[in-house]
């Protein structure tokens, strides 16, 4: 290897969505880039992710008839965000998001479809949309993507799939949900289902992908079409700079030793955040001791190294957000091989039939909410000395048709959840409650003010299924007056242990609106970028919408590609 093998104009540190983003944008624009990944694999969390990006006011709003100006979901933000609104960095990504779409769409093997019915959390707040605020990766099969996009790949997260094989938001799910009710929906699984067992029999893993692994596996043969150059097994040990403290290289550890390469125009910090390093956990998580106390959903290898480097150079985390974590509620399944697995609870909680309780039988939250809205209420609504757990509660015939956490439906049966533990059953509402160790007397309360309400359609409680998010969260077939909202009525009756967990930080290195690091002065750090959750959340640490973690990753990361690759030869 000659010195000049290890000179580019970019090196960008870690291979998610912001990571691959960025590479794309400025291998496109000109720029020779280098990808370092210190996993086996690429993807990161965005590959277990659900794929969906937040980015208002593209293409496909406008092909439905949307036209939003950028005042309205700006108006949404600048609510729900508050003190944490940032106007730099918000208005950089509402323009920037269309601009962004527009780009992979027509110039790279990343397609989208949209999210005609997704709509932003909180309905009831200024400026909230209906739908049409965000896109997802379009199915690909991996055959089409080439050998080299399948070496490369993160395999879908076991848990969010049914026996390895992705399930999509939208007509997808739908025909998995109704698959016992509907001849088509029924003709809709057998197809999928088959050809799943297909690809495993003969290629040894799911062809079809959806989702996150859609969207790193499409970034991933658009990355390697743009001659972009990945490493995987590659761990980045420190940042090179000059006498100017401009950031000039890497230092880098991989299969043939340890080495340096050269970045002419800058290094790009998307390493995944700290999900995993137990240290900052203990110092930012609230009520996070130990690791039992929070289960993340992310991979093992995020432990922090992006922010570690920056800091290295006078980078500092941003510790002022509302949470340094993006929450989601989850529960702990125990294999027979003694391993265990996180499942992240975004589909159940708003379906008709299903409470959130706490150990004293009352509900305490929304359920229908987000999953950080219902993990920040159990976080602040169990007494302290307590442990943060809730239940959810279901009765027979919601376990029939739709799932509570890893128990699937009929004919999925229920005997090996049960059998370990993890699915609770009780003949009645207090038996149950005995068994789970909430209070009796209460739970039993609990169900039937909620079920007189759900008769009705509505509760009395907490609002549920008043606005557009709640509605599409529940069930259309549903018979009862709310899709949201059904009685718990018919036993046996069952549940599920969930305590916190996440999909990844939001606590990340403090940048401007152009993603340049900022030191101790909030003057740019000449040559460091970070994007993705390497870099301070651009939603404070608030949770508005679904996709906000994604959708920021690709922007910021396409435009700092861009804007590096507008810089190739004249360091930045």
């Not at 998610?16 to 990808?35: C, F, N």
């Not at 949209?114 to 959390?121: E, F, K, L, S, W």
């Amino acid at each position: 290897m000659t010195p000049t093998d290890n000179i580019y104009d970019v090196v960008v540190i870690g291979s998610g969505a912001g990571g691959l983003s960025t590479a794309i944008a400025a291998a496109r624009g000109g720029a020779s880039v280098l990808v370092v990944e210190k996993a086996d694999v690429c993807g990161g969390a965005t590959a277990w992710s659900g794929g969906w990006m937040w980015t208002p006011r593209t293409r496909f709003a406008h092909a439905a008839g949307l036209h939003e100006d950028r005042e309205t979901p700006r108006t949404y933000l600048e609510h729900r965000l508050g003190e944490n609104f940032d106007a730099a960095k918000v208005d950089a990504l509402l323009d920037g998001a269309p601009e962004m779409v527009e780009f992979f769409e027509k110039n790279t093997a990343l397609q989208f479809v949209p999210g005609t019915h997704v709509a932003d959390i909180h309905g009831d707040t200024p400026g909230a949309g209906t739908g049409n605020r965000s896109v997802a990766p379009k199915p690909v099969d991996l055959r089409t993507l080439g050998p080299d996009v399948a070496v490369l790949l993160r395999r879908q997260l076991y848990e969010t799939s049914f026996l390895g094989m992705g399930i999509m938001a939208g007509p997808d799910l739908q025909g998995f949900l109704h698959g016992t009710r509907s001849v088509s929906a029924f003709a809709h699984c057998a197809r999928r289902v088959t050809r799943h067992m297909f690809d495993l029999a003969t290629k040894r893993r799911g062809q079809h992908l959806v989702n996150g692994t859609a969207l790193v596996g499409r970034l991933l043969r658009s990355a390697l079409d743009s001659d972009v150059d990945i490493r995987v097994r590659t761990a980045a040990t420190a940042l090179i700079t000059d006498e100017s403290g401009r950031v000039v290289g890497v230092r880098l550890t991989g299969p043939d030793g340890a080495y340096s390469v050269h970045a002419r125009s800058g290094v790009v910090l998307a390493t995944g955040g700290f999900t995993h390093d137990l240290d900052r956990r203990r110092e930012l998580f609230p009520r996070s001791p130990s690791v039992t106390e929070h289960r993340t959903l992310t991979p093992e290898t995020t432990t922090g190294e992006g922010i570690s480097l920056g800091e290295s150079v006078g980078g500092r985390l941003d510790t002022s957000l509302a949470s340094p974590v993006a929450y989601c509620p989850v529960s702990i399944i125990k294999y027979r091989n003694g391993k265990e697995g996180v499942f992240p609870h975004i589909l159940d909680r708003g379906k008709p039939g299903v409470i959130g309780v706490l150990a004293d039988g009352r509900r305490f939250v929304n359920e229908a909410l987000g999953y950080h809205d219902y993990t920040l209420a159990m976080m602040d609504t169990v007494p302290d000395g307590e442990e943060v757990c809730s239940w959810l509660i279901a009765d027979q015939q919601y376990i029939r048709y739709l799932p509570l956490g890893m128990a699937k439906p009929f004919p999925i049966p229920t005997l090996p959840y049960l059998r370990s533990g993890y699915l609770q059953r009780g003949k009645t509402v207090r038996e149950l409650a005995e068994k789970i160790g909430v209070d009796p007397d209460g739970l039993d309360k609990t169900v039937a003010a909620f079920n007189e309400g759900a008769r009705d359609g509505v509760d009395l409680e907490f609002d549920r299924g008043t606005t557009a998010f709640n509605r599409a969260s529940g069930d259309a077939s549903n018979p009862w007056p709310n899709p949201s909202l059904a009685p718990l009525e018919k036993g046996p009756f069952y549940a599920v242990k969930v305590i916190p967990g996440s999909f990844g930080t939001f606590a990340g290195l403090i940048t401007d609106a152009s993603s340049r690091v900022l030191d101790a002065g909030d003057e740019p750090i000449a040559g460091l970028s970070a994007v993705g959750v390497d870099q301070a959340s651009v939603m404070g640490g608030h949770y508005p919408s679904g996709g906000i973690n994604l959708g920021p990753a690709m922007t910021f990361g396409y435009l700092t590609g861009r804007r590096l690759a507008t810089q190739t030869g004249t360091p930045s």
